[in-house]
């Protein structure tokens, strides 16, 4: 991979972004190899949490340059153009979104900036951590356009909306020691290995865990975030019904009595009609 390092510390998953020259800007290889790195770790399911983490001076500085002078410089005079602009622009969220529907939680370490698109990125992870020096900020105005991959829709999902739109409306830069008191960020830390080392530790974490279950609980959490609560409730009904399993429970009980790890089956690979 050209953008990404992938690791695996036990059934952790660990995505680093790889591109320190260039601010881990996001390419057209960079919008590929997630895509696909993504889609195996769902589709595989021996991974029961990923981390994702950078090099260099950024997080991310965003979308690369390149990209705005290619694919997004699109026909803007006609309707069939500016439609066009909506399918690619579908396309390119349903990437981000990946994060979201992955059978697994996802962790963000971020250093130093999380601009533009990154912050499109880790908004769609379940955790956030920080170093002390890291910031975000919503690029795109500053740029002439509104951030259109999933910032303005899922931000105000996690801080108040008077911030949200303080930082839309003026490409202003958000510290670390702000969004930590805001909840975008779970915790902040000195330096960066000290930030990795803890997301790993979450991480490894999880994944002690009965991997149904996390699924289960990721699955009630989002649903429960866009709907009402009795429809929620509902969902969850249908949702315990779905995963429970005595044997699960068992194996949890009898290992915390006797402290030690339980020992649970993986999340099953999955098939796809696509493949042969």
Same mark, same amino acid.
């Given at each position: 991979?050209?953008?990404?390092?992938?690791? *695996?510390?036990?059934? @952790?998953?660990?995505?680093?972004?790889?591109?320190?020259?260039?601010?881990?800007?996001?390419? &057209?290889?960079?919008?590929?190899?997630?895509?696909?790195?993504?889609?195996?770790?769902?589709?595989?399911?021996?991974?029961?949490?990923?981390?994702?983490? /950078?090099?260099?001076?950024?997080? &991310?500085?965003?979308?690369? +340059?390149?990209?705005?002078?290619?694919?997004? /410089?699109?026909?803007?005079?006609?309707?069939?153009?500016?439609?066009?602009?909506?399918?690619?622009?579908?396309?390119?969220?349903?990437?981000?979104?990946?994060?979201? &529907? +992955? *059978?697994?939680?996802?962790?963000?370490?971020?250093?130093?900036?999380?601009?533009?698109?990154?912050?499109?990125?880790?908004?769609?992870?379940?955790?956030?951590?920080?170093?002390?020096?890291? %910031? %975000?900020?919503?690029?795109?105005?500053?740029?002439?356009?509104?951030?259109? @991959?999933?910032?303005?829709?899922? +931000?105000? !999902?996690?801080?108040? +909306?008077?911030?949200? !739109?303080?930082?839309?409306?003026?490409?202003?830069?958000?510290?670390?020691?702000?969004?930590?008191?805001?909840?975008?960020?779970?915790?902040? %830390?000195?330096?960066?290995?000290?930030?990795?080392?803890?997301?790993?530790?979450?991480? &490894?974490?999880?994944?002690?865990?009965?991997?149904?279950?996390?699924?289960?609980?990721?699955?009630?959490?989002?649903?429960? $975030?866009?709907?009402? @609560?009795? #429809?929620?409730?509902?969902?969850?009904?249908?949702?315990?019904?779905?995963?429970? /399993?005595?044997?699960?429970?068992?194996?949890?009980?009898?290992?915390? !009595?006797?402290? $030690?790890?339980?020992?649970?089956? #993986?999340?099953?690979?999955?098939? /796809?009609? $696509?493949?042969?």
């Amino acid at each position: 991979m050209q953008c990404f390092a992938l690791a *695996r510390h036990g059934a @952790v998953a660990h995505l680093v972004l790889n591109r320190p020259d260039a601010l881990n800007t996001m390419n &057209s290889a960079f919008w590929r190899e997630l895509d696909d790195v993504l889609t195996q770790l769902h589709r595989d399911g021996t991974a029961r949490a990923l981390v994702m983490s /950078s090099t260099g001076k950024h997080f &991310s500085a965003g979308m690369a +340059l390149a990209v705005f002078a290619g694919a997004i /410089s699109m026909d803007d005079s006609t309707a069939q153009g500016r439609a066009a602009i909506f399918d690619v622009l579908t396309d390119v969220q349903a990437t981000f979104s990946k994060l979201e &529907s +992955l *059978r697994i939680p996802v962790i963000a370490a971020i250093h130093g900036g999380c601009i533009g698109g990154a912050v499109d990125m880790v908004t769609a992870c379940c955790i956030r951590y920080a170093t002390a020096d890291a %910031f %975000f900020c919503i690029q795109e105005i500053n740029i002439g356009m509104v951030a259109d @991959v999933g910032t303005l829709q899922r +931000l105000p !999902k996690l801080i108040p +909306l008077g911030v949200v !739109k303080e930082l839309a409306y003026t490409g202003r830069r958000l510290p670390a020691a702000k969004a930590l008191g805001y909840g975008l960020v779970n915790e902040v %830390f000195d330096t960066q290995d000290a930030m990795v080392a803890a997301a790993l530790q979450c991480a &490894s974490e999880i994944a002690t865990k009965p991997p149904v279950a996390i699924w289960g609980t990721k699955q009630v959490i989002h649903y429960t $975030r866009d709907h009402p @609560v009795d #429809d929620a409730l509902k969902q969850m009904g249908w949702i315990q019904g779905a995963i429970w /399993s005595n044997e699960n429970v068992r194996e949890a009980v009898a290992a915390m !009595k006797e402290k $030690r790890a339980g020992a649970y089956p #993986d999340l099953p690979a999955l098939t /796809s009609f $696509r493949q042969p």
